[in-house]
């Protein structure tokens, strides 16, 4: 069981920066395929970018361009920098870990292992 904890959100102004990070104290975190996901009030989860075993990142194109998710084994940590951000990009960023090879990266279902989530609000 591998447990996740997120910190980082808060509230920003429409333009302003954030970076979320996701630590796995005393885990290992090298083996796992990883990826953040947010959630809006009546929305789906929903997933906005991922990265996999061999550090390869990719994106929704709602985000592209102005997110970045990168991973530093050696700290079993996960980070999101969030640039540019918009009222849209409201809601709970969660962070996930799944198996080294996915199908369908983007998908909810892929993944085993997720944190409490941390709220960011963008106006």
């Known amino acids: 069981q591998v447990q996740l904890v997120e910190s980082g959100g808060g509230s920003v102004e429409t333009g302003g920066s954030l970076t979320l990070s996701c630590a796995a104290p005393?885990?290992?975190?090298?083996?796992?395929?990883m990826a953040w996901f947010r959630q809006s009030p009546g929305k789906e989860r929903e997933g906005v970018a991922t990265?996999?075993?061999?550090?390869?990142?990719a994106y929704s194109e709602s985000v592209k361009g102005r997110f970045t998710i990168s991973r530093d084994n050696a700290r079993s940590t996960l980070f999101l920098q969030m640039n540019s951000l918009e009222p849209e990009d409201t809601g709970m960023y969660y962070c996930?870990?799944?198996?080294?090879?996915?199908?369908?990266?983007?998908?909810?279902?892929?993944?085993?292992?997720w944190g409490q989530g941390t709220q960011v609000t963008v106006s």
């Open positions: 005393g885990y290992v975190l090298s083996p796992y395929s």
């Open positions: 996930a870990a799944g198996p080294a090879r996915l199908r369908s990266p983007f998908e909810v279902h892929e993944y085993s292992y």
């Open positions: 990265i996999d075993i061999d550090e390869r990142p």
